[in-house]
Every structure is written in C-alpha cells, then in structure tokens.
C-alpha cells in the first residue's frame, strides 16, 4: 500500500497539473485528431472508455467482470451510438492520477469516469467536456464514536483523500477558509483508501458525496457511519474527450443529451416501440422517425432509438445503479430532468 502523508497538498496538486499540461502539449502537438476519433472506433469495431477502477454506481466490475454503473452505462450508449451495439466497449479502469494521460495519448477514445468539469482540465490540459452527467458536491464521512456533527469541529483531522483530484485541492481550500488544520493520508487506490478509512487510520474520509454512499454501502455496519451536512464544492461530472475532434465532442454530447431527453418525453426501453407511432415532432426526430439527425452527426439515424431500447432513458439508468433499490440509496435531486425540478436541460434536437 501506497501512504505518504502530505502537508502541503496545494503544491503537489500544481505539480501535478504541470506535468500534466507539459504531457498534453507534447501529445497534442504530435498528432491531430480532428474527425479521426469514430472512425477509429468504427473500424477497430469497439469503443475505448476510460472508467474508474472501482467506484460502485459509476463504474465497477461485477463478480463475472461485467462493468455496472452510470459511468459504464454512458460508455455503453457511445458504443451504441457508434457502432449500434451496447457490448462493443472495452472498459480500461483509470486511477485519478492517470485519467487525462490515458486521453491525452489516445489510450481511450473517452473519459467517462466521475470527473469534474474546471477551468485547467477545460482550457489547459488539452480536452473538452460533454454534458455533465451527475451533479456531485464534496463531503466528508466519519465514524460516529468521534462524535462529530460537522466539518467544522474537523481542526486537527487526519483526513484520507485520493490524490490527483479536486478533492485533494478543495479539502485545502476549505480548510485554510476556516483556519483549521489537518493532516491528509493520501492514497492511489480507492479500496485501499476506504480501507484504511475503516480500518481507523484516518479520523475522516471526504470525497465527491456519491463516492462517500458507495463507501458506506459496501462497508458491514454502515449506520456506524455519519456523513457530515456540509457540501463544500461544485462537483460537476461529465465526460471528457480530446481537444481537435469537434464531431466526436458532438457525439459524446448528444449521447448524453438523447438519454435525457427520452426520459424527458417519456420514452422507455418499454415503450420506445409504440413510442414509434408518436405524433409529437420532438418524440419522431430523437428517435429517426423524421429527419436526419443521426447521419449529421456521423451516426446511423436510429442512434437515439438504438440507445434508448438497449439502455433505457437516464432516469433508467440512474435508477439502476444509484437509485433507491441499489445500495447507494441517491435520490434524484439536480440530477432530474428540468421538468420534473431538476438541472438536466438537453437542448432542443432539431
Ligand atoms: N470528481 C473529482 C474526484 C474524482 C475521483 O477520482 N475520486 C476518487 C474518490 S471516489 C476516486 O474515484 N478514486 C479512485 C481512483 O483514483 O482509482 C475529480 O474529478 O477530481
């Protein structure tokens, strides 16, 4: 196990950002990728998600080695939208540390794995984001013999945090604001992490709020567990691709946007077949009844319908993997269609 204990977090973090940046200019430079990504996926005949290692509801693999979750759920309506068929994906499992270099060097044609959308990664770390496809905020988790109600009687933790994330950056943030210290134990890993969180070696783990559920979820007494009330960050979660390929951005995005809009107009994996005979215009162009959105995109005009009868809608998959009859226990709250009181706006498909 990997443990180094780091009081100046803020400058690994920057030290990290420019290696990154450095890898990236020296990637992007070399070669360009512009329209160049589908046909890859096309004819390699399988798409190359970049996924997390093991974050249950986003992406994790089962017993028998099949990915579950939002994530791989997401990676697999690209794989439909490109190649019409859910199981042609390889799922390649990223640590923190090693996501945007895996993209960067094309070892994924997609990022799909819980990262959040900022300013760097967008502008200076040569990549472009879709959607975001969960709205997370950051929190912390505890031990209910330590007695605390909230973060802000943490002065003096040690906290564990997973390095190479805005969470590392953030707990830095939020910290020096309050003028309380802590001491991070950071490790790679995300099992051994939440292990040495529950195996007592940290007074408190924080990480993105969904990623605190599927913690205590996995852990034999989770009620001895407290997530604290405080939400400390923005943590919008979306794909990522590689700047230069504009259609492949376009892809990505109305993949997303088509899962959200099917739920938004009520289309299942159920029902999409009578959802055919449909006189509202919106229902017959997102699924190829009229109009050629599909081929626009590069895609086969049935994409969105493909997507929906293998997948089903967003809330389907939401419902899956992170809703109430999972472990997880999330409920909807941003992450509802606008309609229904939520922030997922896909615009018009038109
Ligand atoms: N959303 C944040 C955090 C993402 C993140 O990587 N979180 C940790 C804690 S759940 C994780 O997934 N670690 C797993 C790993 O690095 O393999 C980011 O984009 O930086």
């Known amino acids: 196990m990997k443990i180094y204990i780091s009081p100046n977090i803020q400058l690994k973090y920057l030290l990290t950002l420019l290696i990154n940046s450095i890898l990236v200019i ?10 160049k990504t589908l046909e890859a996926v096309k004819s390699r005949g399988h798409l190359r998600c970049g996924v997390n290692t093991g974050l249950p509801g986003f992406a994790m693999a089962d017993p028998r080695g099949i990915w579950r979750g939002l994530d791989a759920d997401l990676c697999r309506a690209i794989a439909v939208a490109t190649l019409g068929d ?3 994906v390889k799922f390649i499992p990223l640590s923190a540390q090693q996501r945007f270099t895996a993209l960067q060097s ?3 044609d997609v990022l799909v794995r819980n990262t959040t959308i900022t300013l760097q990664r967008d502008a200076a770390m040569g990549m472009n984001f879709g959607p975001v496809n969960y709205y997370d905020g950051q929190g912390f988790i505890v ?3 330590l007695k605390v109600k909230s973060a802000l009687e943490l002065d003096g933790a040690t906290i564990c945090v997973s390095p190479g994330t805005t969470t590392e950056a953030n707990l830095a943030d939020y910290f020096r604001g309050k003028g309380m210290t802590y001491q991070s134990v950071v490790i790679e890993s995300t099992d051994e992490l939440t292990q040495a969180f529950f195996a ?4 408190c783990y924080t990480a993105d709020a969904s990623a605190l559920a599927a913690a205590r979820a996995r852990v034999k007494f989770p009620h001895d567990y407290h997530i604290l009330p405080e939400i400390i960050s923005k943590e919008p979660l979306a794909p990522a691709v590689r700047h230069g390929d504009d259609q492949w951005l376009d892809i990505v995005s109305w993949t997303v946007w088509a899962m959200q ?14 959802m055919l005979e449909s006189m509202n215009p919106n229902v017959q162009r997102l699924l190829g009844v009229k109009g050629n959105f599909g081929e626009i995109l590069g895609l086969d005009n049935k994409w969105a319908y493909n997507i929906v009868k293998q997948l089903g809608n967003y809330g389907e998959s939401f419902e899956r993997n992170l809703g109430n009859k999972t472990k997880l226990k999330l409920s909807r709250g941003l992450n509802q269609v606008w309609s229904r009181g939520g922030i997922l706006y896909a615009p018009p498909l038109r």
């Open 200 to 203: 007592g070696r940290c007074d």
């Open 261 to 274: 809009l099917a739920e938004e107009y009520d289309i299942n994996r159920k029902n999409i077949d009578s």
């Open 26 to 35: 020296s990637f992007t430079s070399s070669e360009s990728y512009a329209g």
């Open 143 to 145: 031990h209910k013999d």
């Open 106 to 108: 094309a070892e994924v």
């Open 86 to 88: 859910s199981s042609k």
